[in-house]
């Protein structure tokens, strides 16, 4: 039985060296047998940019789309973020910040990028069906209304 429906919006999670720590959205086109997906990127294409780009995927490797929330006002320092560079969400962590530009760590390139606060969204983890946060402040009062759907549990070992 199929985790994925067709016409399912999700993240794949790149395993690709120089990818790792990203995750692209995708729509279900095909489920396919053992436990893999055909999937057609919203932002990736072809070599020849001709058409959005097709894959088999397999079901370690996608998510359903995260929750949508409304995004905070700000992030703190330490806090496990997605940025949006390069057609997808890269998992990173905040260790400064400028106004509203954000300085994020990412430890799978072990760089640090300057980026708008319109880029960020708070990270969140998708383990046995449920969406974990790990971050201290998501259950503070202000966005406590969008963690209703979010269990916090900071020690699982699923889908970062």
């Known amino acids: 039985m199929a985790i994925f429906e067709k016409g399912d919006k999700v993240e794949v999670c790149s395993k690709e060296q120089g990818f790792l720590g990203s995750y692209y959205e995708a729509t279900v086109i095909n489920p396919?047998?053992?436990?893999?997906?055909?999937?057609?990127?919203?932002?990736?294409?072809?070599?020849?940019?001709?058409?959005?780009?097709?894959?088999?995927?397999?079901?370690?490797?996608?998510?359903?789309?995260?929750?949508?929330?409304?995004?905070p006002n700000e992030f703190w320092g330490t806090e496990e973020v997605d940025v949006f560079d390069n057609d997808g969400w890269w998992v990173g962590t905040v260790v400064g910040r400028q106004e509203k530009r954000?300085?994020?760590?990412?430890?799978?390139?072990?760089?640090?990028?300057?980026?708008?606060?319109?880029?960020?969204?708070?990270?969140?983890?998708?383990?046995?069906?449920?969406?974990?946060?790990?971050?201290?402040?998501?259950?503070?009062?202000?966005?406590?209304?969008?963690y209703l759907i979010i269990q916090k549990n900071a020690n699982h070992s699923c889908q970062n």
């Open 32 to 71: 396919l047998d053992g436990g893999e997906y055909q999937v057609q990127y919203k932002n990736l294409v072809t070599d020849d940019m001709s058409q959005p780009l097709i894959e088999t995927i397999t079901a370690e490797e996608l998510r359903p789309l995260p929750p949508l929330m409304r995004r």
């Open 102 to 146: 954000y300085k994020v760590y990412f430890a799978s390139s072990d760089e640090t990028l300057w980026f708008p606060i319109f880029k960020l969204r708070r990270h969140l983890n998708w383990c046995n069906g449920k969406w974990f946060c790990s971050n201290k402040r998501a259950a503070e009062p202000e966005t406590q209304l969008e």
